[in-house]
């Protein structure tokens, strides 16, 4: 009858209309336009340069305190919370940390474990190096900030975002060692990261060239590596590009108006900053859940080890400012202008990775270079 067949057209519509009101992008994507990308899954780039059961090796937390002028700050980060985000984390990471303040004389702090997903959680030997280097140099850098662990189940797209989600509701940094290759449609899930009071930081990828996300987010501060040389006593001999840093333009990503001064290129390019990357001068990290058996402490680089220690930057500014910053780069990029950037960051100017090469002022390896946290922290 008539009647039926008007009623089964109102109802598909009904559905149909509900479906594109809900969105079928998952990840929280309002428009339901980009689909997740299929396969995509982060990396986190850490690497290990030696392991010894009886020896400390890398650079001690108060050498780099030295190096990049944190040392200089007053305040320790107090009052701020800085949310770690990773996959599988780590059962011994309250233990590992206790260990390591030890040996370095830090203050202890307990570490606030969230699992936003629940579910059974299972081990991964390299996710727990990248989560005890994250944990334990953020601390060593902001030692008065409480760090949040947000532990996704996996290294899938959904589970990081939903993590990425919880974290940015409850700390005014949020750092993310891991990324993936650029995918078509990234821009529509770039609100993830343009958030009030909320700065991310990003590790620009360890495989010497090209652009990889969310570092290369608009909304995200990425951090590129350098090789860093001292003395024993942390003064700063040297610091150079290190070849496995990732750079270059976004293959989606156009051009945030606070690079027009830096880049002419059209598109968002990374990285934005640069820290200490190279593990042949890397970071000591404890780790007994690394899979290395009573090799627990090991030395380990990576674009990695700088975006946590870059958040404990701003959190250190952010405790002295009273307010939070949102998404930090625009602040960065007016203090990097060219007739400024060398009071508030090292520039570096020699190097190259697999693509490009450093040059004087911003460039495709490590950005506007490392921090002079003396200068950068007060003027942010």
Not at 214 to 222: E, I
Not at 239 to 259: K, R, V
Not at 284 to 313: E, F
Not at 365 to 378: E, I, K, N
């Amino acid at each position: 009858m008539w009647y039926r067949s008007l009623l089964f057209s109102l109802a598909v519509l009904l559905a149909c209309t509900a479906l594109l009101l809900t969105g079928c992008g998952g990840s929280g994507d309002p428009a339901g336009q980009a689909p997740v990308p299929s396969g995509w899954e982060a990396r986190p780039p850490v690497h290990i340069q030696q392991v010894g059961p009886a020896a400390l090796s890398g650079y001690t937390p108060q050498q780099i305190r030295h190096a990049y002028g944190f040392d200089t700050l007053p305040g320790t980060g107090s009052g701020e919370v800085i949310a770690i985000v990773d996959a599988y984390g780590s059962s011994t990471i309250q233990s590992d940390l206790n260990t390591f303040c030890t040996q370095f004389g830090l203050p202890t702090t307990t570490v606030q474990i969230a699992y936003p997903q629940g579910g059974k959680r299972r081990s991964n030997a390299g996710w727990a190096l990248e989560t005890s280097l994250d944990v334990e140099w953020a601390h060593a850098m902001a030692p008065g900030a409480t760090i949040l662990l947000v532990v996704a189940n996996d290294a899938s797209f959904n589970s990081l975002l939903t993590c990425v989600d919880y974290a940015a509701a409850r700390a005014g940094q949020v750092s993310m060692s891991w990324g993936g290759n650029e995918f078509a449609g990234e821009t529509l899930y770039d609100f993830h990261f343009n958030k009030t009071g909320v700065t991310f930081t990003a590790s620009s990828g360890d495989s010497g060239g090209g652009a990889q996300w969310p570092a290369v987010s608009p909304y995200v501060v990425s951090v590129g590596g350098t090789s860093l040389s001292l003395d024993s006593a942390g003064n700063r001999l040297s610091e150079t590009a290190w070849s496995g840093s990732n750079g270059g333009p976004s293959a989606y990503e156009d051009q945030p108006a606070y690079q027009t001064a830096s880049q002419s290129t059209g598109h968002r390019t990374m990285p934005d900053v640069s820290y200490n990357a190279n593990p042949a001068t890397g970071f000591p990290v404890y780790c007994s859940a690394s899979g290395k058996g009573s090799r627990a402490w090991v030395q380990v680089g990576g674009t990695s080890a700088g975006a946590p220690q870059w958040a404990a930057l701003l959190a250190r500014a952010n405790a002295a400012r009273g307010s939070r910053l949102s998404s930090a780069d625009a602040a960065l990029y007016a203090l990097g202008s060219p007739t400024s950037l060398g009071t508030y960051f090292l520039d570096i100017t020699s190097g190259t990775n697999r693509s490009y090469s450093c040059t004087t002022g911003y460039d495709l390896v490590t950005g506007l270079g490392s921090p002079r946290a003396g200068a950068l922290v007060p003027a942010l």
